[in-house]
């Protein structure tokens, strides 16, 4: 079965540029989206399509997806953004998260 | 307000069966697929299982095939989980959410919680 991995975790200062990563197989044939959830909350689609936003995601968030390795990039790290990080891809009719990246501002 | 709410969820045997169920509003629901996707405590998303938006087509994790089954009612906004053959390791929050076919999960419920004891 297909697999995505990701780093389980990551910890930044604020106003850094945090990079999560995410690979699999061919990832790059594959379209990639990416899903926030803080604690005790529903998860929440930041990128889809591998590099779209939807409306009301700020503009720091972005996505690239090339290879083997999709990133989710945020740009200048705000305390609102601790919160876990999947990434989520289609493989035939099945659905694969990746594991999930903790991400902290310290 | 596009909204999906789930209910059905709570304390089980072993052994013992529940139906989920997932109300929709506020988006035309027969347009979408639908997914169940869980979560443990302290663990990562698993996705469950996905319908098509006729009901036509169904797709399970190997986790869960031949125990549970998914479906819908597209006139009354409702999609459902039938789960049967429960075990400790399908306790978690169970999700709703839906997505276009192999696009993005852009709606999400609350989540309801399942818990397996023996």
């Known amino acids: 079965s297909y697999e995505l991995t990701q780093p389980p975790s990551l910890s930044m200062s604020p106003g850094q540029t945090a990079i999560i990563s995410c690979s699999g197989e061919?990832?790059?044939?594959?379209?990639v989206s990416w899903y926030q959830q803080k604690p005790g909350q529903s998860p929440e689609v930041v990128i889809y399509?591998?590099?779209k936003r939807p409306s009301g995601i700020p503009e720091r968030f972005s996505g690239s997806n090339s290879g083997n390795t999709a990133t989710l990039t945020i740009s200048g790290a705000q305390a609102m953004d601790e919160a876990d990080y999947y990434c989520?891809?289609?493989?035939?009719?099945?659905?694969?998260f990746g594991g999930g990246t903790k991400v902290t501002v310290l | 307000e596009e909204l999906l709410v789930e209910s059905g969820g709570g304390l089980v045997q072993t052994g013992g069966s529940l139906r989920l169920s997932c109300a929709a509003s506020?988006?035309?629901?027969?347009?979408?697929?639908m997914h169940w996707v869980r979560q443990a405590p302290g663990k990562g998303l698993v996705w469950v299982s996905r319908?098509?938006?006729?009901?036509?087509?169904?797709t399970y994790a190997d986790s869960v095939k031949g125990r549970f089954t998914i479906s819908r009612d597209n006139a009354k906004n409702t999609l459902y989980l039938e789960m049967n053959r429960l075990r400790a390791d399908d306790t978690a929050v169970y999700y709703c959410?839906?997505?276009?076919?192999?696009?993005?999960?852009?709606?999400w419920g609350q989540g309801t919680v399942v818990a397996v004891s023996s």
């Open positions: 959410a839906n997505s276009g076919s192999h696009t993005a999960f852009h709606i």
């Open positions: 506020g988006f035309s629901f027969s347009y979408y697929w």
């Open positions: 319908i098509n938006s006729d009901g036509s087509g169904t």
């Open positions: 061919r990832l790059g044939e594959k379209h």
């Open positions: 399509q591998d590099t």
């Open positions: 989520q891809a289609w493989d035939s009719t099945f659905v694969v």
